[in-house]
Structures are given as C-alpha cells and as structure tokens.
C-alpha cells in the first residue's frame, strides 16, 4: 500500500510539473513580459528613489534610471536594433553553427557516433555508448537524435535490454552538456550571457573572459559521467529492467566502406587543420600569440569562436567530398541555409531577450538587486558551500519548468553572476554551478524538447511506456551524477584550480 502511496504521490508530482510547465509562455514571450516588467519596475523604482552605492567607485551611487521617463523611452526606440545585434551570444553561436553544421548535415558527426560505439569490445559497449552521448553534445542536440536509438539499437542486437542502451545515451547526451574534451555551441551562447551579466558589475573583468571558461572542469566532468553513467547502467538500471521480453529484434548498422574511408580522412584533416592553428598560435611570432609570454595571456583565446569554426567546418567539408554528400559549392551553400534555417527559432529569442537584458542593464535593476542581494548573503553568513548548494537546487527547479539552457541562463545570468560577484565568487563559477543543475535535471525533465521524442523511441519496445516510466527510469542518473559532480565540484573548490584558461573560482573586487 505505501508503494503505491508512493507511487501515486511521484506520479502527481510529475503531473504537476508538467501540467503547470505547460501553461508557461513560449520563452520568447516570457522575455517580453520580463522586458515589459522591467521598464514598469524601473519607473516605480526610480521614483521611489532605490540606489546602491557603487562597488566599482567608492564614494559614487548607483540610482535605478526610469526607462518611462522622456530620455527613457527615447533610449528604448533608439536602442532596440543595437540590443539585438550586440547581443553577446548571437553572432557567436551563428558563427559556430556554419562549423558544426557542415559537420553534421555532411553525416560526419553521425558516422563517428555510430562509428565510435560499434567498434569497441562488448565489454566497454555502455562506457562507450556514455562517452558518445557526452560527446555528442559538440553537434547541439544531435544526440537525441542520432545515439538514443542507437543504443536501444546496439543493446537489443547483444541481447541486452534495449531500454537500458536507451537509457545510457539518454545520460550520456545531457550530461554531455557540461562535459566535453571539445568547446561546443553551447559555451559561447552561455559565455555572452555571462560576459553581459558580470559587465554590469566589472566591465573590465568582463572583458577579459573567454568562452573556453569552463573548459578544464568539462574535460574531467567526461570521464566522471562516463564512469557514473556506466556504472549505474549496469549496476541498477539494467538489473531493474530484468531481461528484455519484447518482440523487437535489431540489427545493428554498422559504417560502410566509404562511411569508414570519410572519417579517415576527416581525422586527417583534423590533424593538418590543429597544426596550422598550432603554429599560429604556439610560437612566440605567431599572429594569435602576439609576441605574449603566455598563451593564456594572448588574442588566442578570444579567437576560439572562429577556431571552433574551421576545426568543424574543414573535416566536415572533407568527410562530405569523400562520401559524396558534398559533390560541389552548391551543396555546402544549401548544408550552411539549411543550418541557418532552423536557427530561426535561436534568432526571435535572441532579439526579445537582448531587449529584456539591455533593459535590466540600462534601468540598474541588475546591479541594485545584485549589490542588495550580496549584502544580504553578507550580513546572514550564506555562502560557501551552502550557498552554492542551494543556488543548483534553484537551477535544478527551474530546469523542470523551463526547458531551454540559454533561456534560463538569459534570465537568471543578470541577477545570479553580479550578485555572486559581490561576496568573491567568479561569474565562471556561478556559471558552471548552472551548468551542472541544468544538466543533472534535464534527464528528468518532462519539459526538455527531446522527452517526447525519448518517449517514442522507448515506446517501440514497450508500448506502455510514458513519462512516469522514463523519468523512474532516468532518476538514478539525476541523482548519481548531482551527487558526484557537486562532490567534484567542491574538490576542486578547495584546492582553488582554474575552471578553464585564465577563469578563477574566486572573483577579486
């Protein structure tokens, strides 16, 4: 009876959330009611006379300017092409995109997926299967698509429970999305949020971030979610699943001959690509080192956008002329529309939300809560380990409403980054911590993109499946890898290493 009390009450939970999840706005509509809201709240504020003196001059005061005032709405007129086109994260992600489009739409992202899980012993299929899906994070959501399917696939063909293959991509694809030995899409789109929001405090040390900012803590996260997420595939999920009485038998597909000749020659461009950027890069006279004595302290690294560009953009270009996916111009130019294209959605939400950030900058909402909010924190105590417990908790809860990584970040980035700044916390810090929330929980969130479509792979083995299954299912996961990761996280918070070149855990006013 209490199972099913249990049982009942997890169920109406998850009723819960995606019932209230559903009746949320479309994110670009939540961004131009906050957008609204803040020009209301700056016209109240302002006239209520809110100021904060001004952490980055002594001495100075910070008053909340009122955007309904003449030169307020003057300035939203005049400002609302320059907020969209200056928003930080657009041009990096559109830019990026060009590179791992051509790497996807030529087959070369899928080929090596398929090609990396298919060719190890049978023994190290779900260490693989994890690492692909953390992996695959470098070609956006692909591996929702590509390696979910795959891994019912390529466990249904060893006779293994194909839900349990399905389940360990499905960990290994969100997980992914803070863990990679490459920079992905996804870090550039966050960094501008972060750079934006941190400049509101020290433009200074904004400018001096980078997107590889969490690179160093992503490279170990791979091999941490790699080993949780195999062990709990073998040790409870697959063990829970018992054996696979379905009717579904699978063949698996394996490379082709010249799907195989491709990513070798793709692999070897990648190497001749890395050595050119290399002697840019590693001798003291080349362009990107500009004579500095570290490469951290060079352009190089506010030059990665474009270097994730050409290391995408040339091995896809050459694994699509070897397979014929790429027979001429004509083709790259459609592969490049055709990723810009479904970029569209990106694009209206980057215009609202450049409105809705702009406007939280100019009116000095964001710096008055920020130095409000960190002075409280200051006067309770509230920081620590504590602090930055409770700040994934709060990531973690809005994930389950709001699935979107960039629109969550758009929208706490402003208030969160300035405001940890102010009792020693780095923006690179407090962006990792929601990197890590929105990772562990997208797994278990009903409202993430891809659940309905995991839910339909999962239902072509069993057809009773639904979100209550799946997320049951997925839990483990949730919980194993927001356990180690935090245990990771404080590690490394201790000994004070950097998150990623040049990206300090503790933030010097």
Sequence with gaps: MSNQKKQGFVMRSLNTIERVGNKLPDPVTLFAIFALAVIVLSAIFSNMGMSVPDPANEGEVIEVRNLLSSDGILYLFESMVSNFTGFAPLGTVLVTMLGIGIA?????????????????????????LVFAGVMSSMASDAGYVVLTPLGAVLFAGLGRHPLAGLAAAFAGVSGGYSANLLLTSLDPLLAGLTQ???????????GQMNVAMNYYFMIASVFLITIVGTFVTEKIVEPRLGKYEG????????????EKKGLWGAFLSIIVTGIAIALLVIPEWGPLRAGEESIIDSPFLQTLVPVILIMFFIPGFVYGKITKS??????????????????????????VAGQFVAYFSESKLGIVLAVNGAEFLEATGFKGIPLILTFIAISGFINLFIGSASAKWAIMAPVFVPMMMGIGYSPELTQLTYRIADSTTNIISPLMPYFAIVI??????????????????????????????????????????????????????
């Design 196 to 206: 934006d929001a941190a400049s509101m405090l020290d433009p200074e040390y904004a």
């Design 104 to 128: 996807e739409r030529s087959g070369l992202i899928s080929a090596s997926l398929r090609g990396l899980v298919t060719s190890v012993p049978k023994q190290l299929i779900t260490a693989a």
């Design 326 to 351: 790429i027979k001429n111009d004509k083709d790259v130019a459609n592969q490049l529309s055709e990723t810009m294209a479904t970029m569209g959605s990106y694009i209206v939400l980057a215009f």
């Design 247 to 258: 009717d579904v038998k699978e063949e698996v597909d394996y490379l082709r001959p010249e």
């Design 456 to 509: 339909a792979f999962a239902q072509k083995y069993d057809k009773k499946i639904g979100i209550g299954t799946l997320i049951s299912t997925m839990l483990p996961y949730s919980i194993a890898f927001s356990i180690f990761w935090i245990i990771m996280l404080i590690i490394w918070m201790l000994t004070g290493l950097d998150l990623g070149p040049g990206s300090p855990i503790f933030y010097n006013k």
